[in-house]
């Protein structure tokens, strides 16, 4: 129990703590405990990072199903994640792609942490996200220039290598790997010295033409012009 003392020197941390959440660049929500609804818990609180990503106003959604917030394609995973707290305490991390009150899509990193009282009922849901869309966007992009460069490998009969700047062997065609009898799995990460050794005695590399690692960028961009 606080004596008076210790409750005036409690009321500037608690000030303090109000104001860090409220600022924080990460999203906060805050709900109530209660999962048996369809519409799933109440939102107690939100701070403003979560109100700019979600496109609503913090009045707005003070006192709201969380349903309203999470994309109704998404919900039936959602709630069910947040039933897991019955049974555990455990933090819940995932990454979604949800949508705001535009209808424009965001991805989100969520860590999820359930608050019990002192009988063990669960009494507050706490949800952190962190905005990971420039993220998903580029791995995306990543992705689409090694399927590209596949593609285009795939159907160039010479054969061909990208290595990195320090010349390990990155990626081959299958007219290189025909020329030299390996896998591609043999070949990977092969000093590109090596690998230029083995094909000169054998005799059966007929073209062995090095690319930078970095061509798959500016093979890209040339493309799209």
Same mark, same amino acid.
């Given at each position: 129990?606080?004596?008076?003392?210790?409750? @005036?020197?409690?009321?500037p941390?608690?000030?303090?703590?109000?104001?860090?959440?409220?600022?924080?660049?990460?999203?906060?929500?805050?709900?109530?405990? *209660?999962?048996?609804?369809?519409?799933?818990?109440t939102?107690?609180?939100?701070?403003?990072?979560?109100? *700019?990503?979600?496109?609503?106003?913090?009045?707005?959604?003070?006192?709201?199903?969380?349903?309203?917030i999470?994309?109704?394609?998404?919900?039936?995973?959602?709630?069910a994640?947040?039933?897991?707290?019955?049974?555990?305490?455990?933090?819940?991390?995932?990454e979604?792609l949800?949508?705001?009150?535009?209808?424009?899509?965001?991805?989100?990193?969520?860590?999820?942490?359930?608050?019990f009282?002192?009988?063990?009922?669960?009494?507050?849901?706490?949800?952190?996200?962190r905005?990971i869309?420039?993220?998903?966007?580029?791995?995306?992009?990543?992705?689409?220039?090694?399927?590209?460069?596949a593609?285009?490998?795939?159907?160039?009969?010479v054969?061909?290598? @990208?290595?990195?700047?320090s010349?390990?062997?990155?990626?081959?065609n299958?007219?290189?790997?025909?020329?030299?009898?390996? *896998?591609?799995?043999?070949l990977?990460?092969?000093p590109?010295?090596?690998?230029i050794? @083995?094909?000169?005695?054998?005799?059966?590399?007929?073209?062995?033409?090095? @690319?930078?690692a970095?061509?798959?960028?500016?093979?890209?961009?040339?493309?799209?012009?």
């Amino acid at each position: 129990i606080l004596g008076d003392q210790d409750r @005036v020197h409690t009321k500037p941390l608690d000030r303090l703590f109000e104001i860090v959440v409220a600022r924080a660049h990460e999203t906060i929500v805050v709900t109530d405990g *209660r999962l048996d609804s369809d519409a799933g818990p109440t939102i107690l609180f939100v701070n403003d990072a979560a109100a *700019r990503r979600t496109g609503y106003t913090t009045e707005t959604l003070i006192s709201e199903p969380f349903r309203r917030i999470v994309p109704p394609e998404a919900w039936p995973g959602v709630i069910a994640r947040l039933r897991r707290f019955r049974e555990s305490a455990e933090v819940d991390q995932t990454e979604l792609l949800a949508k705001d009150h535009a209808g424009k899509e965001y991805w989100i990193e969520l860590s999820t942490l359930p608050i019990f009282d002192e009988n063990g009922a669960l009494e507050y849901i706490v949800r952190i996200g962190r905005d990971i869309t420039a993220r998903k966007i580029a791995e995306h992009q990543r992705e689409m220039t090694q399927d590209l460069m596949a593609s285009l490998f795939g159907a160039i009969d010479v054969p061909l290598v @990208v290595a990195n700047e320090s010349g390990s062997v990155m990626m081959t065609n299958v007219a290189l790997q025909n020329a030299l009898g390996w *896998r591609p799995l043999d070949l990977a990460g092969k000093p590109l010295a090596n690998l230029i050794a @083995v094909g000169d005695q054998a005799h059966r590399a007929t073209l062995l033409r090095t @690319v930078e690692a970095r061509a798959a960028q500016t093979m890209q961009c040339a493309l799209r012009q």
